[in-house]
Nanobody, 124 residues
């Protein structure tokens, strides 16, 4: 089993920044990739970014490219999502997830373990 715990959400004005953290524990050696997803009210869960567990490869949704950066700290088994130039439409519950099968996937149904989510609210 892999356990994931997110932190760092909150309320920020448009144009501001937040950094989300996701600490992984348990059988982390099984992880191929870590992803961030988000779900806005009344919408489905969407891919935001993913990083291989080794940290060598990243991918982003077009909507966040150039504004968000995913990274990881090997020593802390923690993945981060630095969010800059936030927009009102970035408001959502953000989830981190672990894929223990493949390192390239971006669909939420392909991810095996999930955190509890953290709320990000961007005000105008």
């Amino acid at each position: 089993q892999v356990q994931l715990a997110e932190s760092g959400g909150g309320l920020v004005q448009a144009g501001g920044s937040l950094r989300l953290s996701c600490a992984a524990s348990g059988r982390t050696f099984r992880i191929y990739a870590m992803g961030w997803f988000r779900q806005a009210p009344g919408k489905g869960r969407e891919f935001v970014a993913r990083i291989t567990w080794s940290g060598g490869s990243t991918a982003y949704a077009d909507s966040v490219k150039g504004r968000f950066t995913i990274s990881r700290d090997n020593a802390k088994n923690t993945v981060y999502l630095q969010m800059n130039s936030l927009k009102v439409e970035d408001t959502a519950v953000y989830y981190c997830a672990a894929d223990v099968t493949d390192w390239r996937r971006v669909r939420d149904q392909d991810y095996d373990y999930w955190g509890q989510g953290t709320q990000v609210t961007v005000s105008s």
